[in-house]
């Protein structure tokens, strides 16, 4: 008997196949149940590439489950064939979906799902090159946002555009550009160009809770709970960077004397804050490379007594070629003229 070209279903003979026309019907009705919406779950665990059998890949929905230890590949079958496929699996590794005589296939994200499309050669995106987004490459007007969301009701009007992405409003007017899209490994740039326009958040009641002035070079934020990161250390060696890029508070533990510098400061014309909790555990002397002003242009110093704790809070505008005292709490603390 002959079967069809892609699904491989039996077809029954005209004029012949007596007494057995009814189980090749049923049994290609099941099959075609299958390839519209029958489910695969398969656990594709571990870092061996999987090949899947002409009766698991018929499934038209698959679901990979599993722990990856390594990059795999799930093999389908070399036949026409559409896809979707929800990569649920767990592990810093990456999926992808190809056939045996293929070398690239398609990556599937873990937690997304994917529609792919097997052209009896290759696995390629089913999407029309809109990859694991809806939008994949949306320009005019210098708008240009692939999204990893569901995206629906996007209107165009002039020189502006207004998206609802999972029914939330968002408004993104003028030259607006998101790199390689927000989950990319590039991250996220938004007016890449330059240009003097304005990036707006808005929250329930307050319309600029969150606004970048492109034209100001400013940032605001509003009604925001202030939280700042802390970065603790064990210093032994005579010399420690302070790394303001990583917090703004540095609680560092001195077990011997330590020459103090600063890096990664916020640009002349920009002020920079840092806060340092300094506790000793041995007798330790610490100095400040640059010196820190306290009132009046006096240098500060700290007595280097063992178990003495010393608090700091210092700022600079100068990118850091001078530090000025602006709080502190201090044990005994002395001065230099």
Not at 67 to 88: C, D, E, M, W
Request: charge should be negative; hydrophobic fraction near 40%; charged fraction near 15%.
């Amino acid at each position: 008997m002959a079967n069809t070209t892609n699904l491989v279903i039996e077809k029954p003979v005209p004029g012949g196949s007596n007494n057995v026309w009814g189980t090749t019907l049923n049994t290609g009705a099941d099959s075609f149940d299958t390839a519209v919406a029958g489910t695969l779950s398969k656990s594709v665990a571990g870092s061996a590439d999987v090949s899947l059998t002409d009766a698991e890949a018929l499934n038209a929905n698959h679901i990979y489950t599993g722990a990856l230890t390594g990059n795999i590949a799930v093999h389908v079958p070399i036949k026409s064939r559409r896809y979707q496929v929800f990569n649920n699996t767990t592990g810093s590794h990456t999926l992808k979906v190809k056939t045996s005589s293929e070398t690239n296939g398609t990556t599937v994200n873990q937690g997304t799902t994917m529609v792919l499309f097997c052209d009896a050669t290759s696995v390629i995106d089913g999407t029309s090159g809109a990859g694991q987004t809806s939008v994949s490459d949306f320009t005019a007007n210098n708008l240009k946002v692939p999204v990893c969301a569901s995206v629906t009701n996007l209107v165009a009007a002039t020189g502006s555009f207004t998206t609802k992405v999972s029914g939330v409003a968002g408004e993104f007017s003028g030259a607006v550009s998101v790199g390689t899209g927000f989950w990319a490994a590039g991250g996220a740039v938004f007016n890449e160009a330059g240009a003097d326009v304005d990036f707006r958040v808005e929250s329930n009641s307050i319309t600029d809770i969150l606004k970048v002035d492109a034209g100001n070079d400013t940032t605001r934020i509003k009604g925001f709970i202030y939280e700042q990161q802390t970065v603790e250390a064990s210093v032994s060696s005579t010399t420690h960077t302070i790394d303001c890029a990583l917090g703004n508070v540095h609680d560092l533990t001195f077990l011997n004397n330590c020459s103090i510098s600063f890096s990664n400061v916020a640009p002349d014309g920009r002020a920079q804050d840092v806060t340092m909790i300094i506790r000793r555990t041995a007798a330790a002397s610490i100095a400040f490379n640059p010196i820190i002003l306290t009132a009046g242009g006096v240098t500060l110093g700290l007595a280097d007594t063992s178990g003495r704790t010393d608090v700091l809070t210092m700022f600079t505008v100068d990118g850091g070629s001078q530090f000025y005292m602006a709080s502190s709490f201090l044990a005994a603390a002395t001065v230099a003229a």
